[in-house]
């Protein structure tokens, strides 16, 4: 649950607001004059780990074989593209 306070008292509290979203896992809507202006709480991290990925790709669905003849092709046949100017 998410704790209502004001902007006063979050500019009164910020030390006390952040600890407790830091090692308390709390939550904060900070309202001025009873609108909700923002939200305080715990960041989320980012992305998946590693063995999470590996996880996902094992029980995902395998390439058939034409799929993978297709890719094949696709790379045997790419033009040839010219060399940059900068390259020696």
């Not at 600890?19 to 909700?36: D, L, Q, T």
Request: glycine share 4%.
């Amino acid at each position: 649950m998410k704790t209502r306070i004001t902007t006063t008292e979050a500019s009164r509290k910020f030390s006390e607001i952040l600890n407790r979203v830091a090692y308390k896992g709390e939550s904060f809507v900070v309202e001025r004059s009873g609108r909700p202006v923002c939200e305080i709480r715990p960041a989320q991290e980012e992305g998946i780990t590693t063995q999470e990925l590996v996880e996902i790709l094992k029980s995902a669905p395998h390439p058939d074989k034409a799929y993978l003849d297709i890719l094949e092709e696709i790379t045997r046949n790419q033009p040839t593209v010219a060399p940059l100017p900068w390259e020696r």
